[in-house]
């Protein structure tokens, strides 16, 4: 690692613990808040930098950001602390559905790094952040910017793949929000003005991309060699199926061919798979079934690939191998450390 990666991996630790000091637990969601929007582009700006002194190719990136800064957040975030505050763990919280204890769906800096990929500048920023919550305040003067909205709106605002129509239809959107004194509720009011001027999605590439990092966090908690157990894989895997697992890796292996023409080949050689998978593990479930709609719509195959790469999906599959049998978690760890001295 150089001066200049060093010099903005402390940077970087220092804007995760930014972002922790002002979260703002919601215990009875099972979340928080943080409402501070330009922390999560400070960080997301330095993210790039570190990515950028490494010239990692577009399509590792978010592998990247796993194998170098992943436990750099889980440390800060699992300890808790909050400047001036109570300690507050916003690594690991509670699924008011399930009780179940679950590590974040998401890393904050990676979605930081997707914030300043896609919006580009912070003037783009500025304009989604304003439209997801700092045009409104609370009783306490405190702006209500909410984070999953600024994620709502990345495919329509994002500067990096314009959609058609984008300044027109941007324009509609940002007057259509301007009409409200409160803050839009996101289900009844939020969502539907996204479907009603943006159109609804073919295939929900969102929901899509939600899950497939859902799976990734929770696999990569489990395979973790300092702190993954052989219990936490086998809970798991019991919660996805052997069975199931296997056809989900399938579908993995599938999409992430580029090459149309190898594509349909291997469309062809698989022979029929189930449009579901019969699981009680609600994300592999659901990206299942949206993989499963990509075989027959190319563009929107394209699109998933663009967020999530060939790459990812293949590293996605390897991991789901790895808890699939304690055998296979240990040919995993000795293939890590292979990778690690040939980039080390």
Not at 126 to 140: M, R
């Amino acid at each position: 690692m150089n001066d200049e990666s060093n010099k903005l991996l402390v940077k970087i630790e220092t804007a995760i613990q930014n972002i922790q000091d002002e979260t703002i637990p919601r215990p009875q969601l099972g979340n928080f808040d943080m409402r501070n929007s330009h922390l999560y582009w400070e960080l997301g700006v330095l993210v790039k930098q570190f990515i950028n002194s490494y010239k990692v190719s577009d399509e590792k990136i978010i592998d990247f950001i796993d194998t170098k800064l992943r436990e750099i957040e889980k440390k800060i975030r699992h300890a808790g602390k909050r400047k001036g505050k109570e300690s507050f763990d916003s690594w690991f919280t509670e699924n008011k559905q399930t009780k179940k204890i679950k590590p974040p769906e998401e890393l904050w800096v990676q979605l930081c790094w997707e914030f300043v990929d896609q919006y580009q500048d912070e003037e783009r920023w500025n304009l989604v952040a304003e439209l997801s919550g700092n045009k409104f305040q609370d009783k306490e003067g405190n702006t209500l910017f909410t984070r999953k909205f600024a994620e709502d709106l990345l495919p329509y605002f994002s500067k990096k793949e314009p959609i058609q129509n984008a300044e027109e239809l941007q324009l509609r959107f940002i007057k259509e929000i301007s009409r409200f004194e409160k803050k839009p509720h996101r289900e009844s009011e939020w969502e539907p003005i996204i479907s009603e001027i943006f159109g609804k999605p073919k295939i929900e590439l969102m929901n899509a991309i939600i899950n497939f990092d859902s799976i990734k966090s929770e696999v990569n908690e489990a395979i973790e060699e300092k702190s993954g157990t052989a219990k936490h894989r086998s809970d798991l895997l019991e919660s996805i199926q052997i069975n199931e697992l296997e056809l989900l890796r399938k579908l993995l292996r599938l999409i992430s061919i580029t090459d149309e023409n190898k594509f349909q080949k291997r469309v062809k050689d698989l022979g029929k798979l189930p449009s579901t998978i019969k699981t009680k593990h609600v994300a592999a479930k659901d990206l299942y079934k949206i993989l499963f709609f990509l075989i027959k719509d190319m563009d929107s195959r394209h699109k998933f690939l663009h967020r999530r790469s060939s790459y990812d999906l293949s590293m996605l599959n390897t991991k789901l191998k790895a808890i699939s049998g304690e055998e296979y978690y240990q040919e995993y760890l000795e293939a890590q450390k292979l990778r690690q001295e040939l980039f080390s």
